[in-house]
């Protein structure tokens, strides 16, 4: 499917509460197909296409944040849903935050997975620096690090197959959509706002991921008021592809909680 003006193509599947899946940088809705296919008898599922990735429309000018949550309103608008849960991995999590204050009367619960929040100055430069690699070498001068920063030994021992599949998307990317998209997501930083969400989170991430560490993790989960924190032992990055069972089932639980027994779970 895809929005009036044709910008922006999503997928939606599934029954129940209306779920809005958001995927990173660099990737496409199909990112979160194994984590659907494990929710889609509980909800009712929508996977945008970002702008700039998959088969919505190109990025040809600077935008902000803002573009991207907009383009997630516009979808949902237009499918007809009024309020949804909300999950977000990576630059999806960042604009789940920048989605969760703007919009907050759209927004039942949010999943914020493998994302940033209060990254120091030398984060920051990594950011930077991996920009001007693309820029010098194009998407395989990252590619090569990506393996390692991204998936866990055992995986890339018994799974390689699926990482040239991801490392081939990877490449594929339009480069100057790409470099304005991680432009937006190293840029970017809500931490500011994060006291501003209401409603019920989960913030999780990998033990070992290095881009989103448990301490960004840690301190979403210290400044968004409702909000429950999960560290996800030995995984990287790549939670969504090597992890699908773990995180259907951690997203599943806490969209399915009643409010009681979230308040209990919050107050020990």
Do not use: C
């Amino acid at each position: 499917m895809q929005t009036s003006d044709k910008q922006i193509t999503y997928y939606r599947e599934g029954h129940g509460t209306p779920l809005v899946l958001v995927h990173g940088v660099g990737a496409s809705a199909e990112s979160w197909g194994a984590v659907a296919d494990r929710l889609k008898d509980r909800f009712d599922i929508i996977r945008p296409d970002l702008r700039g990735h998959g088969r919505s429309a190109q990025i040809d000018a600077p935008i902000t944040i803002d573009t991207f949550a907009e383009d997630i309103i516009r979808v949902m608008d237009e499918a007809g849903v009024d309020k949804a849960h909300l999950a977000g991995f990576s630059l999806g999590g960042l604009i789940t935050q920048r989605l969760a204050v703007g919009w907050p009367d759209r927004f039942e619960r949010i999943v914020i997975l493998s994302a940033v929040a209060g990254r120091t100055e030398e984060e920051r430069a990594k950011v930077v620096a991996r920009l001007q690699m693309i820029r010098d070498g194009g998407m395989k001068a990252i590619t090569g690090a990506a393996r390692e920063r991204w998936f866990t030994p055992e995986f890339v021992r018994d799974n390689e197959a699926a990482i040239l599949r991801r490392i081939a998307e990877l490449e594929a990317v339009h480069v100057p959509s790409y470099l304005e998209a991680y432009r937006v997501f190293g840029q970017t930083e809500l931490v500011e706002t994060l006291d501003q969400i209401r409603q019920p989170t989960l913030v999780m991430t990998g033990e070992n991921d290095v881009g989103s560490n448990p301490r960004m993790s840690e301190t979403m989960h210290r400044l968004i008021p409702n909000s429950e924190l999960e560290i996800l032992p030995r995984l990287k990055h790549s939670v969504l592809l090597e992890a699908p069972d773990l995180i259907a089932e951690k997203i599943g639980t806490f969209l399915t909680k009643t409010t009681t027994n979230a308040q209990e779970v919050q107050h020990g």
